[in-house]
T-cell receptor
Framework: GAGVSQSPSNKVTEKGKDVELRCDPISGHTALYWYRQRLGQGLEFLIYFQGNSAPDKSGLPSDRFSAERTGESVSTLTIQRTQQEDSAVYLC???????????FGPGTRLTVL | AQSVTQPDIHITVSEGASLELRCNYSYGATPYLFWYVQSPGQGLQLLLKYFSGDTLVQGIKGFEAEFKRSQSSFNLRKPSVHWSDAAEYFCAVGARSNTGKLIFGQGTTLQVKP
């Protein structure tokens, strides 16, 4: 079946603009994760959704970052008033009930000028 | 707090040589342990994982890893490296809680010499 998909694959924006990143998880996966990967770094956990439970937002770096998920489907990560330090690859992953294997999407490369 | 250390940022090995990538973790109990590989332009792919049981874990592409509780390590090994193994390798730990979020190391870039 289809894997995790993310859009756009690349996004260039100007400092101060808002951006929205989209993730389509694997069908049937109840858990969805967002991670950030800065250049030359490992992945940083941002947020986790599991079914209808309250999301784990403990990794969001500031209140400019927010995410939503409708049921067990698409998720959007929104970054408001983007800053240059937000430039990174944003990766989405989904899994069956944790701690099952997380399957990662190809990522969205965000560049803030 | 949980943390993962991959001491080697960059490793170069000759094709056909053996490989060991190091991973040390800090966690109050036995975590879940993972190795992922990221090839240029590709997403992350799971190589192997340890949840419980046998401490020597076999993965895809001929990789294996050994969980050593006494050393808080989960080193990745391959007896004979192929040119296609050139990639970035990430070790990750997950808490034995119900969130499943992963803490990743900084990664080790593997270069394979012909």
């Amino acid at each position: 079946g289809a894997g995790v998909s993310q859009s756009p694959s690349n996004k260039v924006t100007e400092k101060g603009k808002d951006v929205e990143l989209r993730c389509d998880p694997i069908s049937g996966h109840t858990a969805l994760y967002w991670y950030r990967q800065r250049l030359g770094q490992g992945l940083e956990f941002l947020i986790y959704f599991q079914g209808n439970s309250a999301p784990d937002k403990s990794g969001l770096p500031s209140d400019r970052f927010s995410a939503e998920r409708t049921g067990e489907s698409v998720s959007t990560l929104t970054i408001q008033r983007t800053q240059q330090e937000d430039s990174a690859v944003y990766l989405c992953a989904s899994s069956l009930v944790p701690p099952d294997t997380q399957y990662f999407g190809p990522g969205t490369r965000l560049t803030v000028l | 707090a949980q943390s993962v250390t991959q001491p080697d940022i960059h490793i170069t090995v000759s094709e056909g040589a053996s490989l060991e990538l190091r991973c040390n973790y800090s966690y109050g109990a036995t975590p879940y342990l993972f190795w992922y590989v990221q090839s240029p332009g590709q997403g992350l792919q799971l190589l192997l994982k340890y949840f419980s049981g046998d401490t020597l874990v076999q993965g895809i592409k001929g990789f294996e890893a050994e969980f050593k509780r006494s050393q808080s390590s989960f080193n990745l090994r391959k007896p004979s490296v192929h040119w296609s193994d050139a990639a970035e390798y990430f070790c990750a730990v997950g808490a034995r809680s119900n969130t499943g979020k992963l803490i990743f190391g900084q990664g080790t870039t593997l270069q394979v010499k012909p």
